[in-house]
């Protein structure tokens, strides 16, 4: 099915076709395999349209990851600590290895090594958003009265932090176990 830009503005038909064409991509060919072209192809548009709406591949990802999380990423609210951090880290860490806009965080990490331009992108539009949604639940749960005297920065360090460095850094499995001992030194 071919997807038509309106010269009257974005069509949100063809700007999904994008977004999910260059998700499949990077998911099937890696970073490098992602083009503009092989996007065009994908999504049924053409480059002039991608061209028009987006620089470069990065913003195109930059993008996919952005509406992804906004929409796959919501930290829920069970009414307990506990049960907030049970539910929240194993749909985190489920996010970040198992899914194409895992993929795609993990591509645009790496990249963000060697571009200093992308790495002030994506700490800007990918990981801060994703750090207040982490710290969420420890601030809801501080105003509940569940924590006292909480620095939350460094608490969502502590709980996170193991997640993300499985995930960039030793490719470790995140087991329920792991994410259960996370969540009792946390609440200890």
């Known amino acids: 099915m071919r997807h038509h830009g309106n010269r009257h ?33 994908r999504a049924g548009v053409a480059k002039q349209t991608i061209y028009r709406w987006w620089p470069s591949k990065v913003d195109i990802l930059l993008d996919a990851f952005v509406d992804d999380m906004n929409e796959e990423l919501t930290p829920p609210d069970l009414g307990s600590l506990a049960d907030d951090l049970a539910a929240y880290l194993p749909m985190l860490a489920t996010f970040l290895t198992e899914t194409d806009e895992g993929a795609v965080f993990r591509a645009l990490a790496g990249q963000a090594q060697h571009d200093p331009a992308v790495a002030a992108r994506f700490r800007d539009e990918c ?4 750090r207040a949604r982490d710290r969420l639940i420890l601030q809801r749960a501080a105003e509940r009265g569940e924590l006292a005297d909480l620095d939350v920065e460094a608490a969502v360090d502590q709980l996170v932090g193991p997640l993300y460095y499985r995930v960039l ?11 259960d001992g996370l969540v009792r030194a946390l609440v200890a």
Request: proline content about 4%; hydrophobic content about 50%.
């Open 127 to 130: 990981v801060l958003p994703l």
């Open 9 to 41: 503005g974005r069509s949100e038909q063809a700007r999904q076709a994008v977004l999910e064409a260059a998700d499949d991509i990077l998911v099937e060919r890696g970073f490098a395999g992602v083009t503009v072209e092989g996007i065009a192809a």
């Open 169 to 179: 850094v030793t490719g470790e499995p995140i087991t329920r176990e792991f994410i």
